[in-house]
């Protein structure tokens, strides 16, 4: 197994593994660790049956099933994300962390690419380690005495992000909960800003008004190349990514051509 760093923060590729066979777990322990070193891990050309990508899935931790869509017939926790040649609307096409609505957000989210476009559809990945670390020490502090409100009736609320999959409960757009703004990674321990532009309100005891420009704030840092990885996807490519210290943003600019993804999220612990 060889393991590619990406860029001098976040993101490797992962060769010489078959994912097909089950891992042994020394082979998962060393994986577990590049992961919690880089972030993100992605691995190229794997051939995965939907029983053999849930197999590999559940090695990291128990599946969890996803509020907004139905799985695939008898794989209930792999979720088909489509954009047909016709659909202009992408899923994911903001910087978040995934559902961090939930009380127990999911600390590890897999997609797997079982048909790509010819160009375009590439993934961005930002580390909120660096981006929490390079915050001053003033800022650190007023961050780490603050809790977030954070919802699934999606903040940007003239874009619909549930709109590329079949919508299982529309109520649970009520569902919310409230995180530490800076979460301490519960392997890692350390400390990574925990506010996202999807799902964040605002701060809890502060008005929006209050809270919007602070956010603002935090959100154009998201978004600088210094602390982000850029995942150009290949049919049969696998990723990997840690919920609970990045945030991603899915590049919607291949209009006229299918995409499709499998999705797995893989269930968290408290953000404390």
Same mark, same amino acid.
Request: glycine fraction near 8%; proline fraction near 5%; charged fraction near 20%.
């Given at each position: @197994?060889?393991?590619?760093?990406?860029?001098?923060?976040?993101?490797?590729?992962? +060769?010489? !593994?078959?994912?097909? +066979?089950?891992?042994?777990?020394?082979?998962?322990?060393?994986?577990?660790?590049?992961?919690?070193?880089?972030?993100?891990?992605?691995?190229?050309?794997?051939?995965?049956?939907?029983?053999?990508?849930?197999? %590999?899935?559940? +090695?990291?931790?128990?599946?969890?099933?996803?509020? %907004?869509?139905?799985?695939?017939?008898? %794989?209930? =926790?792999?979720?088909?994300?489509? &954009?047909?040649?016709?659909?202009?609307? #992408? %899923?994911?096409?903001?910087?978040?962390?995934?559902?961090?609505?939930?009380?127990?957000?999911? &600390?590890?989210?897999? !997609? =797997? $690419?079982?048909?790509?476009?010819?160009?375009?559809?590439?993934?961005?990945?930002?580390?909120?380690?660096?981006?929490?670390?390079?915050?001053?020490?003033?800022?650190?502090?007023?961050?780490?005495? !603050?809790?977030?409100?954070?919802?699934?009736?999606?903040?940007?609320?003239?874009?619909?992000?549930? *709109?590329?999959?079949?919508?299982? /409960?529309?109520?649970?757009?009520?569902?919310?909960?409230?995180?530490?703004?800076?979460?301490?990674?519960?392997?890692? #321990? +350390?400390?990574?800003?925990?506010? /996202?532009?999807?799902?964040?309100?605002?701060?809890? #005891?502060?008005?929006?008004?209050?809270?919007?420009?602070? !956010?603002?704030?935090?959100? #154009?840092?998201? $978004?600088?190349?210094? =602390?982000?990885?850029?995942?150009?996807?290949?049919?049969?490519?696998? *990723? @990997?990514?840690? /919920?609970?210290?990045?945030?991603? =943003?899915?590049? /919607?600019?291949?209009?006229?051509y299918r995409r499709v993804m499998h999705r797995i999220i893989i269930e968290g612990e408290t953000p404390r």
């Open positions: @197994m060889e393991i590619i760093p990406q860029s001098s923060v976040i993101g490797a590729e992962v +060769r010489g !593994l078959d994912l097909s +066979r089950p891992q042994d777990d020394s082979t998962i322990e060393r994986l577990n660790a590049a992961f919690l070193e880089h972030q993100v891990l992605f691995f190229r050309d794997q051939q995965l049956t939907p029983g053999q990508y849930n197999d %590999f899935a559940a +090695r990291f931790g128990p599946l969890e099933d996803y509020l %907004f869509a139905r799985g695939l017939e008898g %794989f209930p =926790y792999i979720t088909e994300i489509v &954009k047909t040649e016709t659909e202009t609307a #992408g %899923f994911g096409s903001f910087w978040h962390s995934d559902s961090t609505y939930l009380e127990l957000p999911p &600390k590890i989210t897999m !997609l =797997y $690419a079982r048909q790509v476009p010819p160009r375009g559809g590439d993934t961005l990945f930002a580390d909120m380690y660096s981006l929490y670390d390079d915050l001053s020490p003033g800022l650190q502090a007023t961050l780490a005495s !603050l809790r977030a409100v954070n919802s699934a009736s999606v903040v940007p609320r003239d874009e619909d992000i549930y *709109a590329a999959v079949q919508s299982r /409960n529309s109520a649970q757009r009520d569902r919310f909960a409230i995180h530490p703004v800076i979460r301490r990674h519960d392997e890692t #321990g +350390r400390l990574a800003v925990y506010v /996202n532009g999807i799902h964040t309100l605002g701060f809890d #005891g502060m008005t929006l008004a209050e809270s919007r420009p602070l !956010l603002d704030y935090l959100y #154009g840092l998201v $978004a600088r190349p210094e =602390y982000s990885f850029r995942l150009g996807w290949q049919a049969d490519t696998l *990723a @990997m990514w840690d /919920n609970r210290c990045t945030q991603h =943003y899915a590049l /919607n600019d291949y209009h006229g």
